[in-house]
């Protein structure tokens, strides 16, 4: 599969060239840069204009065969002479502009008011216009601002809304480059939020894989679950980050379509990685005496849902989901490691709430009381 490059590569990219057309007068319509990665990137420079006192440009933000929201999105950046100068080399100022958003909740890599734009993107484009000005003996001041046209309405889309990011897109990326499919991007999406959430005073975290949850608690427990951090399918890697980060006690709210799964140990969900939800359940029920035939019969259902109405004709619903929820916790439990105290709620679309582990009932005082404040 074919890599992209990040929105933090294009950032540098469009600032390299921009600031070599401002200082040169002379167009360029290709620039190559160094990502951090150690992959060089080579870009196509588009809606250049040069004036007197700034120029600007873009890059089309290229993806590769990753599904990023930002492929194909237009990176400006505008750069412009400061009279601002310390003699010995350029003085950079880089800030976000139309599509860029700003920071307002504390935890993430930028500071409250800065423009959404990371330290390694940062870097990049403080990196690459420094060179352009050492080549060409620039000891001058130079504004930078990165704009996407768009960006605000792409952001909706994105984390940035959860994450207290306003106005529009976040410009990322460590190695510059993009990996199709990256596990990896979930998974620093996911420290992220819980960073985020423990940099605001909390000890106490509540997690759910998907939209499920978090529309199951709001529904049910008239709980807000964009206070929460969603999971995926990583709930193992989730438990290890919360414990690194000092977490005390998680709250994970699933529907049992994922949870059923950890209570066989599995603590990636995904079904690539593995399954085993209808022979999970058989074997709880036979474990609960329900008639073998009944379990035959789950082996072949479709769903989870399927299979929760044969075990509710065999009037042993209730029994299985308990074993369940004490293999759930078994598990959990198992992967914490002592590190926290983990509380669990199962659910499914048509039955309801299926069981609770014991600790989830000092939860609903927690829930209470944050409800009562603001996100």
Not at 298 to 314: G, P, V, Y
Not at 324 to 341: P, S
Request: proline share 3%; hydrophobic share 40%.
């Amino acid at each position: 599969m074919r890599h992209g490059f990040t929105t933090g590569s294009c950032a540098a990219a469009a600032s390299k060239a921009a600031a070599y057309m401002l200082l040169t007068g002379h167009r360029k319509n290709q620039i190559t840069i160094e990502t951090p990665g150690g992959i060089s990137y080579t870009a196509e420079i588009i809606d250049i204009h040069i004036g007197e006192h700034c120029a600007s440009c873009a890059v089309v933000k290229d993806g590769g065969d990753d599904p990023d929201v930002t492929t194909g999105m237009k990176i400006y950046s505008k750069v412009s002479l400061t009279e601002e100068a310390d003699g010995k080399c350029a003085v950079l100022h880089i800030d976000g502009g139309e599509g860029i958003g700003r920071v307002t909740r504390p935890g993430l890599d930028q500071p409250v008011g800065n423009a959404a734009i990371n330290h390694v993107p940062r870097a990049m484009i403080a990196k690459e216009v420094s060179e352009v000005c050492a080549l060409l003996d620039y000891r001058g001041g130079l504004d930078i601002v990165i704009s996407v046209p768009g960006g605000e309405a792409l952001a909706a889309r994105t984390f940035n809304p959860r994450l207290g990011i306003v106005g529009g897109i976040s410009i990322l990326g460590t190695s510059g480059i993009v990996e199709p499919m990256s596990s990896q991007a979930l998974l620093d999406t996911i420290r992220v939020e819980l960073n985020q959430r423990r940099a605001e005073g909390y000890d106490s975290v509540a997690v759910t894989p998907g939209n499920y949850g978090r529309d199951y608690m709001k529904r049910r427990y008239g709980y807000d679950l964009d206070r929460s951090v969603k999971c995926s399918n990583f709930i193992g890697q989730t438990i290890d980050m919360a414990a690194e980060l000092g977490f005390q006690r998680i709250l994970l709210t699933g529907h049992i379509g994922k949870l059923i799964k950890v209570a066989g140990g599995i603590m990636n969900t995904h079904s690539r990685e593995a399954d085993a939800r209808m022979e999970l359940l058989a074997a709880f029920a036979l474990r609960c005496q329900v008639p073998a035939e009944c379990a035959r019969r789950i082996l072949d259902c479709l769903n989870t849902e399927e299979a929760l109405a044969l075990l509710q004709e065999s009037g042993k619903l209730q029994e299985v989901m308990d074993y369940a929820m004490e293999r759930i916790c078994f598990y959990l439990d198992k992967r914490a490691g002592q590190r926290l105290e983990i509380a669990c709620i199962m659910y499914s679309s048509e039955f309801g709430e299926l069981a609770r582990s014991r600790e989830a009932e000092k939860w609903f005082i927690l829930l209470e009381q944050e409800a009562a404040q603001p996100i």
